[in-house]
């Protein structure tokens, strides 16, 4: 199991450092002339000039990269050209704010994309086109559309709690929760679509499997054979899929955010990409893309504990 | 499976006509599916003609009409927050949102199909190469990727998109690639590669033919995802502001939500329409192409359809050859079993089956496939699959009727009074627990005992059905035990909890002949130790005799002769039982030697090892 | 005896599939298999899962890849034929194969199927009908079968479809890989004899594997007996398999239950004794 750790977590810096390399080399290639759009049209040479040297853009972009890289390791990312505050900083105040949006998303997708799931497999019918026209609405309809109406219904019409902002978790639990419904439930219509549509179809191939018939011939309940047998069967392709739906939460957390006006890496990331704040757009897509390497390999973990044959290979 | 005769023209005849009619034909008959098309071509209608349909310019500011409501100022559905015309402006933003989304899926389609269409047909390099690129495109959720391309190429929606594509394109990889691996393997492949067809020909006729509809499917889904990405850049405000689209309307319109809310309505309903057509279009085509594929792998039991008759002639009885004074276990009167259809009709694989189980004997019940043999084994069980059930008829077990049990009462029979022994190994071991967990959980329900004494038990069984080291299998994996193993767990299992019958269902069929005979000296033993009745279905007249005391022959859904081994196969008077014992190929002659080179293959004789 | 009488003569024959995974050994499915086929001859190959008689017949028809030793047809070796040079042989060697589900191509005609090889062969229109039509006259269905689709037929239907395209380009040669193993009873027999009247009436030669030594004896002139990716024992049909010498063949013979209660108890009984021997045989060998 420890090897097993090990060898995906070294897979992941790998891909990670050709991530990041990739984005380094590709944004700053694209860029074209940094100071003079930072500048505007109206600068002086000079001032370009001075700029480009401050920023340390007179240099090779290789050298470049090899600093920003050596840097990377230590967790320096540089400073932001508009704000000057640190990279490293300006992401880690917001990334827990993030976080805490998409993790409370993904554990409401997964108990409520289960159940649902489940109860779709088990009762067929009318509970099964219910779900499927959840699973529908849910799988088209963006999550943003649904963050707009939320903000609407709850802001205009309502007018039961303010609708946006945010407070910390630490301030006050309660406080962070009625912050965190609406944008929680926004993310995650979607996504329990896709994990009940997933989990629905999975039972039911895994309930025809040979081996129910009989485990049930040996004088186990139906109920006993679906909860311990057939859902840990099933949980494999869900748990991919989740892990898919993770990261596609990171994205939908985005704009999600500036809905809601929560002070989470959305708001940075749009503001930085507007201006062209490349150092902040780098450190963004390093770790997003630690965070992706480090989900997958959780939900490979628990796929391990799940399936025997995924342990071994 | 059964020859022509038994499937009755009409049936062949609508089957010709559904395979027949082309998918796009049966889409239109699809309910859901033709309201999806109607709704998707008026909006792409009116994307193209935005220019005749436009009252107004959709660009073009106008102070004095900042946020007019619907119907002033000729503005049907208002005007904007720098009082731009609403209807104009959402015209023409569906033609540059559908156009978005659409250049982003033809690029990711593009990417997607060559890719796996060389991968998945020379693998190798290709495939190394392509699980690379994909791991490196999928490090980063869309949005971050898009972000990152918006800071440096700036507003520009044809290159975003374009970007976005070549993150869709593994969608399509996989697609294709998964088809065309398995597509690649099937014996068809083969057999046309034998037949000196050339690989692109090949590629063309058997495999883009196959993935052409999951493709069309997948498209549909990802424009859905498109549109959505797009809005919603738009909607941060990093679009181009001189191309009107949903998300910059949705922006504007979220920005004056408290003075003019019903601006939302517009550019909301249309991502929303849009969006939820393409989904059901797409899984209105996938429902036709399963429906028109009818599963062709899966042999249907018993798929030919019968008229249901449980009269007609009675059965060839033997008399008994000597008087059996051992009383009747199970005893089957007129079981009908049928599969509830959509249509509302059932349809019957069983149609009137009696027979008798005394207590501790074997009784073979033979037929081929489709004569709905293991239907019977498995309505006794009454674990028959989704859909079937016993229509009519009784199943006494030992004075209760099985067929109208509860279904608590019947999980009681099942492994305590009643067990059952599979066909497949292989199939019928829960993949994800240990064997030796399969064998102590039953116990432990059935007969309410300790685990260390269920293992205690489990592990004797192992030692009695022959498995050289109890402990090792005990731990091991269903996957990491041979076939003929894994038969040797499934019968310690039937056995553990100490039933009265065994209802066996091809139990050697899977098996090699060495393996087989193993299998059928065990069951031998285990039955003369613990006197149990085995009701074993099979279509191999050699284990009936290896096996049985009394046997009964079905064919169509129905007993038509049984009695006592000996008997029958000294003297079978059914025509249909005549007929399956004229077919068997043991007692036949060799063919002998080719004729005009008997004396070399003399020579060979000696030559060979 | 000159090997230009016989048609096809597999000598040495090694098949090595590649480890999955590296520092794994690879798999040796044959090693160091020979047998040869007479023109019009049907040798029986017989064996069980994992005995090496499918990937056998994979190697003669380039669908396996061979390491060693030679496969000559008509005295040509074709173990390494690049894939023009093996589409040219469509015309001498054919193939069907066990599974009539998964064997015909589900969306195409019977017609589009048949039609491969002459299109192949760029065989007109009008004459590809015509001879598809024969074809299928040969194999015992009717001319209206070619308009339908496979999941339209029985199993047996299928396999005599299987064998209408096997026959398409006249081969001398056909490997039939178990192509009655998935058939019932009675169809079996049917298509068992199906193939006897194509022999007798082309004179086509075939390789005919099958675990099922009572379908093999039925039909073949000579049998080869595998086991472990080896052949065990080679000879004339009748003696293989009623008299066989090789132990491994005589367990084969006497583990195959007969059709008849009382000669099967004879047979259980005969069957122990061998093992018992056997057995013996073995602990005297490693005493020695």
């Not at chain 2, 014992?581 to 007692?587: H, K, P």
Request: glycine share 10%.
């Amino acid at each position: 199991m420890l090897r097993f750790i090990l060898r995906r977590l070294l897979a992941g810096v790998i891909l990670l450092f050709a991530v990041s390399s990739l984005a380094y080399l590709l944004l700053y290639l694209g860029a074209g002339d940094i100071a003079r759009q930072i500048l505007g049209q109206e600068a002086t040479q000079e001032q370009v000039q001075q700029l480009n040297t401050r920023l340390g853009l007179d240099q090779p972009l290789l050298t470049r990269y090899f600093g920003w890289l050596a840097g990377a390791v230590t967790g320096d990312f540089g400073a932001s050209w508009f704000t000057n505050q640190p990279v490293i900083a300006a992401i880690t105040s917001r990334l827990a704010v993030t976080l805490s949006l998409v993790i409370g998303t993904v554990t409401l997708t997964a108990i409520v994309g289960t159940a649902l799931g489940v109860w779709a497999a088990r009762k067929r019918g009318a509970a099964d086109r219910t779900v499927q026209i959840v699973s529908v609405l849910g799988f088209a309809i963006p999550g943003f559309l649904i963050a707009i109406f939320l903000v609407n219904l709850f802001a205009l019409n309502l007018k039961l709690f303010r609708p946006t902002g945010y407070i910390p978790i630490g301030t006050s639990f309660t406080g962070w929760l009625s912050t965190v419904t609406l944008p929680i439930i926004a993310l995650a219509i979607g996504a329990i679509a896709a994990i009940a549509a997933q989990v629905r179809g999975s039972v039911i191939d895994t309930m025809r499997q040979d081996w129910v018939r009989t485990l049930r011939s040996r004088g186990l309940s139906e109920n006993r054979v679906l909860y311990k047998h057939v859902l840990r069967n099933a949980g494999g392709p869900a748990l991919a899929v989740l892990a898919v739906q993770f990261v596609g939460l990171l994205g939908g957390a985005v704009i999600v955010e500036q809905i809601f006006a929560i002070p989470g890496l959305g708001p940075i990331a749009t503001q930085s990409t507007g201006q062209g704040d490349i150092p902040l757009v780098m450190g963004l897509v390093v770790v997003t893309a630690a965070l992706v390497v480090v989900v997958n390999i959780v939900i490979e973990i628990l796929h391990g504990f799940l399936n025997p044959k995924a342990r071994i290979s | 499976m059964s020859e022509s005769a038994i499937i009755p023209p009409t049936e062949v005849a609508t089957e010709v006509r559904a395979a027949r009619s082309h998918i796009g034909r049966r889409i239109l008959k699809n309910p859901t599916g033709l309201a999806a098309i109607i709704v998707l071509s008026l909006i792409v209608l009116s994307a193209i003609f935005a220019d005749l349909l436009a009252p107004m310019s959709p660009t073009t500011p106008n102070i004095q009409e900042v946020l007019a409501p619907p119907g002033e100022g000729g503005h049907v559905l208002g005007a904007d927050s720098a009082g731009r015309d609403v209807l104009s402006r959402l015209l023409f933003a569906t033609r540059f949102s559908l156009a978005g989304a659409l250049w982003a899926v033809l690029i990711a389609a593009v990417i997607g199909v060559t890719s796996g269409l060389i991968a998945g047909y020379y693998q190798k390099f290709f495939e190394q190469f392509s699980v690379w690129v994909i791991s490196i495109i999928q490090a980063l959720p869309g949005i971050v990727v898009l972000l990152a391309a918006r800071a440096v190429v700036g507003p520009s929606l044809w290159i975003i998109m374009a970007v976005f594509g070549l993150i869709l394109s593994p969608a399509f990889y996989r697609l294709t690639y998964a088809a065309v691996v398995g597509v690649r393997n099937e014996l068809y492949v083969d057999a046309a590669r034998v037949a000196g067809v050339g690989d692109l020909s090949i590629i063309g006729r058997h495999i883009l033919s196959v993935v052409r509809a999951p493709i069309i499917i997948q498209a549909a889904l990802l424009s859905g995802i498109g549109i959505a990405v797009q809005s919603g850049l738009d909607f941060l405000g990093l679009g181009d502001p001189n191309v009107p689209t949903w998300g910059q309307m949705l922006s504007d319109a979220f920005s004056r939500m408290y003075q003019q809310p019903l601006l939302l309505v517009w550019p909301a309903a249309a991502i929303a329409f849009t969006s939820i057509a393409l989904v059901l279009f797409g899984n209105a085509l996938r429902d036709e192409l399963e429906r028109a594929a009818g599963k062709p792998k899966k042999r249907r039991r018993g798929s030919a359809a019968y008229t249901p008759d449980t009269s007609g002639p009675a059965p060839v009885v033997h008399a008994e050859d000597r008087e059996d004074g051992r009383p009747t276990l199970l005893e089957v009167n007129d079981l009908v079993v049928g599969y509830d259809q959509p249509d509302g009709t059932v349809k019957q694989v069983v149609n009137g089956v009696s027979l008798k189980v005394k207590k501790g004997e074997v009784h073979g019940l033979i037929g081929e496939s489709g004569s709905g043999k293991t239907q019977t084994a498995w309505s006794i069980l009454r674990l028959l699959p989704a859909g079937g059930r016993i229509v009519a008829g009784t199943v006494f077990f030992d004075g209760k009727d099985l067929a109208h049990l509860s279904e608590k009462e019947m999980t009681k029979i099942r492994g305590r009074r009643i067990s059952y022994i599979p066909q497949e190994p292989m199939s019928n071991l829960d993949p994800s627990f240990t064997i030796g967990s399969q064998l102590v959980e039953p116990m432990r329900v059935t007969l309410g005992i300790s685990k260390a004494e269920a293992t205690k038990r489990a592990l004797g069984l192992l030692a009695r059905v022959g498995l050289p080291n109890p402990q090792k299998t005990f731990d091991s994996y269903p996957h990491e035990v041979s076939g003929g193993q894994a038969q040797r767990v499934l019968i310690a299992g039937a056995v553990s909890c100490e039933p009265d019958l065994i209802i066996a269902d091809e139990p050697t069929t899977a098996l090699d002949v060495t393996v087989q005979a193993e299998i059928l000296d065990l069951l031998r033993e285990l039955q003369n130790d613990l006197h149990v009745a085995i009701l074993i279905v099979t279509h191999n007249f050699g284990v009936v005799a290896d096996l049985c005391d009394r046997v009964s022959v079905m064919q169509h859904g129905k007993i038509v002769e049984t009695g006592p081994a000996r008997s029958i196969f000294k003297d079978p008077r059914h025509p249909y039982t005549k007929s399956l014992f004229d077919a068997i190929l043991e007692d036949g002659a060799a063919r002998g030697p080719l004729a005009h080179s008997a004396d070399r293959n003399m020579l060979e004789e000696g030559a060979a090892r | 005896m000159k090997a230009n009488e016989q048609l096809l003569v597999i000598d040495n024959v090694e098949v090595e599939y590649p480890a999955k995974g590296f520092g794994k050994k690879p798999f040796r499915a044959l090693k160091g298999v020979s047998i040869d086929i007479h023109p019009g001859e049907c040798v029986g190959l017989v064996g069980e899962s994992g005995s090496g008689k499918t990937t056998l017949g994979r190697a003669v028809l380039g669908l396996a890849p061979v390491t060693g030793g030679k496969v000559l047809y008509k005295g040509r070796d074709i173990a390494h034929l690049g894939r023009k040079e093996r589409r040219a042989l469509a015309d001498e060697i054919q193939v069907v194969f066990q599974d009539p589900y998964t064997s015909l191509n589900p969306s195409l005609t019977i017609e589009q199927t048949l039609s491969e090889p002459l299109r192949v062969k760029k065989m007109s229109g009008p004459d590809a009908s015509k001879r598809i039509r024969s074809l299928l006259d040969q194999v015992g269905l009717p001319s209206n079968a070619a308009d339908r689709l496979p999941r339209e037929f029985s199993g047996g239907q299928r396999q005599r479809i299987a064998i209408a395209r096997a026959l398409a380009l006249e081969p001398e040669l056909i490997v039939c890989d178990e192509p009655v193993s998935a058939l019932d009873l009675s169809t079996q027999a049917r298509v068992l004899d199906l193939f006897k009247d194509i022999q007798e009436a082309t004179g086509v030669a075939y390789l005919f594997v099958s675990h099922d030594l009572a379908v093999v004896r039925h039909l073949s002139h000579r049998v080869a007996v595998m086991y472990h990716g080896e052949i065990v024992e080679f000879g004339d049909g009748g003696k293989v398999t009623s008299d066989p010498e090789h132990p491994y063949t005589q367990r084969l013979l006497l583990a195959a239950p007969v059709p008849d209660p009382v000669r099967q108890e004879q047979r259980r009984a005969d069957r122990r004794r061998l093992l018992q021997a056997q057995e013996d045989l073995a602990m005297q060998a490693g005493a020695v």
